[in-house]
Every structure is written in structure tokens, then in C-alpha cells.
């Protein structure tokens, strides 16, 4: 039990970014974490494209949920609007999973575009740091009943959140920059 | 012919560099350099107008860097800033605005945590039953550790409405000697007059953002949605610009100039007051 625990601290930190104690981020420590970021993105679009598609079991798409969700900070939600209502819709994490895994076509196809842009990072009054990063989705559905083809692409903007944590290992005091994912602002686009 | 040449070149240069983004798994579409050419975010803005990222947007430039606010590439990225499609602006005043801003005695630039830019964002409340808009004036400002967006304003209609002081001899009054009554009199402000708001000093301006708040804790307006959103700077000297998100085919696309006044004294006044719309 506690091999297990040291060694999934070690693959945890292994993800994370160890530092020094400061405050400020530099330059190189912005692109150390900005990676930390869009492996936790690159993880969000392959859940996503898993629990979309309908080869995916019922069973395999809600465990695959629940690793998605754990991406999350707590009470993320997705807004999201189409292009022909700027109204956004406001879904939690969860529930947009499971309508996504919904979604009444017979072939789903979730792909992602070769481009992603990732903000700077800006400090909040509580001390974390806020950024987004933006990706764009390629969403094909196929009804073979009806033989309606819908596509879209849409803009992804996602929250990230970046804390500075400590843990002990060994007796000595590690810290290291954590990334959990935020809210998403869903955009359909006119590509 | 020859700037249409630079900004052929400029999204060329965007085209070219897009193979090193992207999320990398097998299958990914490759972008024709749309996506990149797109001002993705208004931090992306930022950076574009101030020089401080590379062409495709993957590399941050910072003080140390040799292209950190380099003249030729911010002149690049000026150009593509405008919304060259719809917009009216002419491309004379443009240039001037390019000019100004790429002065090589006096640069100016965008700064994200100082005052001199706004976001004004479009809502829709439910007010008592009733879904109407609401237009919320947010400012950055500096709190705690960090910086927050605060409401700085609020737009909306019926508190507008709610107030009209008559002027003139409409206008109900208490006498000047009304004070040697005790007062008694204020029983004609406060129950026979529906419009208290006589009563009132002539500097007296309603503050809608103290009633809007009152009205939400008393149930009586609920959030519903986000509808809209733009910004407005002044951050340049003697120049106002708007920024709007153009979200359609083609490389001109994402946050945009969409408006540009060159401020002549007042004006800046007369612009944040007409943004202000609290009259």
C-alpha cells in the first residue's frame, strides 16, 4: 500500500514541475508548466474523442468520463454557443460529457486541428496563476437512417489553473506548479 | 501594392509556420493557416500589437529576446489587426494610427494590468419575470495577489427610465422656508409625489450599479446568460480603438479593430460617456 502510494506520488510529480520557492514565473518555468498544460489538454481531447465516439462502450465512456472530470477543477462548467446564437449555454463538465455521448448519430468522428495558442499566465488575488489555452475540434456525425451528415468545428478555450503545491518525500519538502483544467468556452466557428 | 505584398507575406510567413503547433496525436487536421492567422484571444492581441510573440504565435518573446517589440514584425501585426473587411475605418487614418504607434522616438503599447481599456459585455437577465438586457462595463484592477475584472458600470434600461427629474416649474420643490416648519412638508415629497427624485440636488446622478446589485439580492434579477462582448481602449495617446471578435471563413478573423477615432481634446470624455450610457 504505501509502494503504491510513493510511486504514484513519483508518476505525479513526474508530471508536474518541480521548483524552487518563488513567486514570479520565468520564462523557461512558463514553458515548463505551458507543457504540463496541453498534456492535460492532449488528455481532455482524447477522453473527448473516446466518450464521442460510438464504437466506445457505455461502460468504457463513463470510466473514461470519470478520468476526464478529474482533469477539472471542482464546478467547471462549458459554455457553449453556436454561430447562429451568440447565447451561451451552460453545461457542467459532466452533463456535457454525457450529452456528447448522447448524441444521436450512428458514426461520430472527433478530430483536432494541428494548432493550439496558449496565454500567458496572470496571477489571481488568491495567489494562483489563471491562463487559456485554445484549441480548435472537428465534429462529423453520421445518422444512417436519415442519411444526415452534420459537421462542425468548433473553438475550444480552456481554463487553466496553475498552483504552486508542496509535498514531503522523504522528509524533505518538495514543491512543484500543479495544472487542473477550468471552465471551457465551446465556440462554433465558421471554418 | 507593396503593403499588400508585406501582408501577403505576413500570412504566408503564418501558413508556413503552422506545422510546429498543435496537439500532435495521429489524425490531427492540419490547418490551412486560418486558425493561425486568427487572433485566437485578446491576449493573442495583446502580443500581436506590442511585437511580443513570433509570427505563428508559438514562441513569447521577452526583453531579452532580439525580436522582443521588433518595429518590422509589429508593423506585420498591425496590419492584420483591423478588421479589413467590414469596417469603415480608412486606411489613411490606419496609417496614422500604425505611424503613431511604431514611432521609433516614442512606441506606444498595450498594457494588460494598466487603466485605459474596458470590456463591455452584453447580458440577459431575468428582471422580475421579464428577460431583458443588461450591459455590464468591466474593468481590470489589481486585488490581493492578483489582478480581477470588476463591474465598474451597469447599462440598464429600466433604471433608466426610472429616474426623470422634471426641470423647470414641473418640477415639485420643497420651499426654501420649509425648515422652519419642522420639515412637516416632506409629506409632499415622500406620499403625494411619484417622482421623489424632485427632491433632489442638482448634482444628484442616480447610481444604477448600487440598484442593480439591490435588485439581484432581492431576487429580483437573475443571471441568464453572456450575449456579447467587445473592448474599448484608450491606452494609446490621443487615439480610442474598439475591438471586436469576427468570427467567420477567411484569415482576417478573431479580435479585430473594428473602430478607430483620432481624440481631439474632450473627446475621450464625450466617447466614455456615450460608453457610460448612464444618462
Known sequence: ?191 | MRKTFLIIAFFSAIIFNVPGQGLGGPGTIKDDGRFAASTKQLNQFFRRFNGEESVDGTVRFYPEDSLYRNIPLRKGFLNILFDNQTSSVSPDLKNQFIQTTLSEVYPHYLNFHREGWYAEVETDFIFKGKREKVTLIMKIQAEGLGYEWVIDKVIFEPFKTLFNKPVGDQKDFLHPLSHELGFMNLRRAFQDSNQPESFTANSYKPDYLAIFLYEMKQNNLRFETVTGLKFHFFQIQGWYFEVNQFNRPGFNTGWLIANLVRLAPGDKETILKYIYDQE
Open chain 1, 1 to 191: 500500500m504505501n509502494n503504491k502510494f510513493i510511486l504514484f506520488l513519483g508518476l505525479f510529480l513526474s508530471a508536474s514541475v518541480a521548483v524552487m520557492a518563488q513567486d514570479n514565473i520565468s520564462p523557461a518555468r512558463k514553458q515548463a508548466i505551458d507543457s504540463l498544460a496541453l498534456e492535460k489538454v492532449k488528455d481532455l481531447s482524447k477522453y473527448v474523442s473516446i466518450i464521442g465516439s460510438k464504437e466506445t462502450q457505455f461502460s468504457e465512456a463513463n470510466r473514461v468520463m470519470d478520468r476526464a472530470e478529474e482533469l477539472f477543477a471542482p464546478g467547471a462548467e462549458m459554455g457553449v454557443s453556436s454561430i447562429n446564437t451568440q447565447e451561451i449555454a451552460y453545461y457542467k463538465v459532466r452533463r456535457y460529457f454525457e450529452r456528447l455521448m448522447a448524441l444521436n448519430y450512428d458514426r461520430v468522428n472527433i478530430t483536432w486541428y494541428d494548432i493550439q495558442y496558449i496565454s500567458d499566465l496572470e496571477r489571481q488575488p488568491d495567489g494562483r496563476y489563471v491562463g487559456v489555452i485554445t484549441v480548435y475540434q472537428r465534429f462529423e456525425g453520421t445518422s444512417i437512417e436519415t442519411g444526415m451528415n452534420y459537421k462542425d468545428t468548433t473553438k475550444k478555450d480552456i481554463t487553466i489553473y496553475v498552483e504552486k503545491k508542496q509535498t514531503q518525500i522523504a522528509g524533505r519538502t518538495i514543491e512543484f506548479w500543479d495544472v487542473m483544467l477550468g471552465d471551457v468556452r465551446v465556440t462554433e466557428t465558421s471554418a
